[in-house]
């Protein structure tokens, strides 16, 4: 059956409708799988940045966060955790890669062990093990974020810009970010380039880890 056509607006009030029952990784999935996201909706929230890729707020409350972010070519994240976060990402236009990583020790294991945060980083020796590559495109598969020790990047591919629309439950204001390059992790604050078709990145400023973290990455093919 093809995908019924949706706005934005229309996932934002469908997932409130969702909201008395348990957030479950398969259940969001179904749903976005059904589903195929008006372009045109999106483009308040399309704002894009020579600089960094951008993302962009559409909602946020207690269960869920819902962005577009917004790549240039050659942008990508830093390798980074998500906190114990569920996750959907949709490819709206362009190609992404997803770069999984498996933590596989370091030297600061006991910052795991605190209340709210997967953990506090600070390790200089971190041994991650490179996974598969998941390839991310307009009208493929709903990438996933799973609760336990995801550790990712997402890359842009080719020379077009790309668009993507990420779902998160619960929102998360940091999490980790590794620089395998140079041996260390660390906390990485996550601001937003416009909040509900504003930019604000001037006002806010971007988060001085997210600079830091573009420098020493691995290239991909
Ligand atoms: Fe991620």
Redesign the pocket.
């Known amino acids: 059956m093809p995908p019924k056509i949706v706005s934005v607006g229309d996932v934002v009030e469908t997932l409130r409708g969702f909201e008395p029952e348990p957030f479950t990784r398969d259940r969001i999935l179904g749903y976005l799988s059904e589903v195929e996201v008006d372009r045109a909706s999106l483009e308040p929230y399309a704002h894009f940045s020579a600089e960094r890729y951008t993302r962009n707020l559409v909602h946020v409350d207690e269960v869920f966060e819902l962005m577009v972010l917004c790549w240039q070519p050659g942008q990508r ?1 830093p390798i ?1 955790s ?1 906190n114990g976060q569920l ?1 959907w ?1 949709v490819t709206v236009r362009g190609a992404l890669a ?1 770069v999984e990583y498996k933590y596989l020790g370091c030297n600061a294991p006991e910052n795991q062990q605190v209340s709210g945060l997967d953990c506090l980083a600070g390790a200089t020796e971190i041994h991650l093990d490179r996974g598969p590559v998941h390839e991310c495109a307009p009208g493929g598969p709903v990438a996933t ?1 799973d609760k336990t020790h ?1 550790i ?3 890359v842009v591919q080719g020379r077009e810009p790309a668009v993507s629309l ?1 779902l998160y439950s619960r929102p998360i204001e940091s ?1 980790v970010a590794y620089d395998l390059k140079a041996q260390r992790c660390w906390r990485r604050e996550l601001s937003f380039h416009s909040r509900y078709g504003q930019v604000v990145a001037e006002v806010e400023g971007p988060a001085p880890s997210r600079l830091a973290g573009r420098r020493e990455l691995p290239v991909l093919r």
Do not use: D
């Open positions: 994240t980074h998500h996750g990402m997803v974020v995801t990712h990047q997402v990420h999490c």
